[in-house]
């Protein structure tokens, strides 16, 4: 864990030469992935671009079910039995894919919202306006949290309004 003191030079020299800090000292590594795409593009884009990608799984998963229902009304008592077995497994495809997409739209959606409840800073209520000094593993003793949450780094930020530090 980088020293306080050191985390002030480094901030300074980064902001100095308009470079995020987030790149400066995050390993690469899995886990921080969070951090680096919220470290490139600022939190609220990257929550806008989290809510845009989510619909647009929620999108697909019900144009997937237009694309079951349409295969189900074409089968029938008339049909051969290869075109029977064709239309069943598109219509599971088609339902598979469904089911996928809704899954990843919920996934994506709580890990949004779960990273917007706590971007606020305590102090002066600034939304979004945060820098990350560095990451940690998350703790869930008492399994609390969902799988997807508990899988989230603990990121440890500062805001730029008034220099609050609080963990996300």
């Not at 008339?78 to 996934?107: D, E, M, V």
């Not at 002066?124 to 008492?142: K, N, S």
Request: hydrophobic share 40%; glycine share 8%; net charge positive.
């Amino acid at each position: 864990m980088p020293s306080e003191a050191r985390l002030a030079d480094v901030s300074r020299r980064a902001h100095a030469a308009r470079v995020p800090t987030t790149r400066r000292f995050l390993p690469p590594t899995p886990s921080n992935d969070l951090a680096r795409a919220i470290g490139a593009r600022g939190f609220r884009k990257w929550y806008e671009g989290r809510l845009v990608e989510s619909h647009l799984y929620l999108v697909l998963a019900f144009l997937c079910l237009i694309l079951l229902v349409a295969i189900i009304e074409q089968g029938g008592p008339y049909n051969s039995f290869g075109a029977a077995l064709l239309l069943l497994g598109a219509s599971a495809i088609a339902g598979w894919i469904g089911l996928w997409c809704t899954r990843r739209y919920f996934t994506i959606l709580e890990t949004a919202q779960f990273m917007s409840d706590r971007s606020e800073c305590p102090h002066c209520q600034a939304y979004g306006r945060f820098e990350i000094l560095y990451t940690g593993p998350r703790e869930d003793a008492e399994g609390q949290l969902s799988p997807t949450l508990a899988d989230l780094p603990l990121l440890f930020v500062r805001c730029r309004k008034c220099e609050t530090r609080w963990t996300m």
